[in-house]
């Protein structure tokens, strides 16, 4: 069941052709601490161009490209729709209307092209601080960030009430605050991390911050979460994560 459930999570979070049947996805939504333990391998290989490719700018524009072929635009996806919705006044009815329009507004567009530079400046910032010995260290702090973002949308499955039926409500129904104490096991082990780096764990809690953010945000705008939520958490705590490693790691 644990072995199926992580394969579901590979599966729902990246392209890999794995993860795909029916038992795979039914474990994966009944186990929330499956997102942190996929977060370890989707890191290791989403950190390649960092620790393979020598230019900082050449290694920040292949891991931005490697990430979203490696994991898709879903996520993105429901990042445009959360910005569309916050764009919008009215109460949480309406923007959760505007959520579902599939057409892309300013505040979606803001909130993709705001996310991808940054994502692409933390990149270039590791591979500069990691140019010469320090390789290690930037797949460590990659690993940790992945790690978090995954921790912090199981953290809105956990506790978050979805807003309607569908990808939200198959996630959450099954889970509660009980299940996080699985996710922090889950999450736990980047500690070791520290190792290598502190910045590793430090780059963790940031992801794990921006996600109860979210939930919060999340609550108090369009009433609860969501597939788009949940996509939006995994993109803005990569980001999150990613810079706070960066910082620590060429400040300490």
Known sequence: MAVDAVRGAVGFLTRLPVGQDDDAWDAFRRGPAAFPIAGYVIGALAAIPLVALAPPATAAAAFLGWVYLLTGVAHADGLTDLGDALAVHGDAVRRREVMRDTTIGVGGALALSVVTVGLALAAFGLAEAGRGSDR?????????????????VAVLVCLGEA?????????????????????????VPTVVLAVVTPAAPVATVGALVTGGAVLWLARS??????????????????????HSGVIAWTHW
């Not at 290690?136 to 978090?148: H, L, N, P």
């Not at 705008?221 to 990613?242: C, H, M, P, Y």
């Open 221 to 242: 705008t369009v009433g609860g979460v969501s597939g788009d939520v949940f996509g939006a958490t995994n993109e803005l705590a990569r980001l999150v994560a990613l």
């Open 136 to 152: 290690a260290a930037v797949a460590s702090i990659v690993v940790a960030s992945e790690v978090g973002a995954k921790g912090a």
């Open 163 to 187: 807003t309607h039926e569908g990808l939200g409500s198959a996630l959450t129904e099954h889970a509660g605050s009980a299940s996080l104490l699985p996710v922090a096991g889950a999450v």
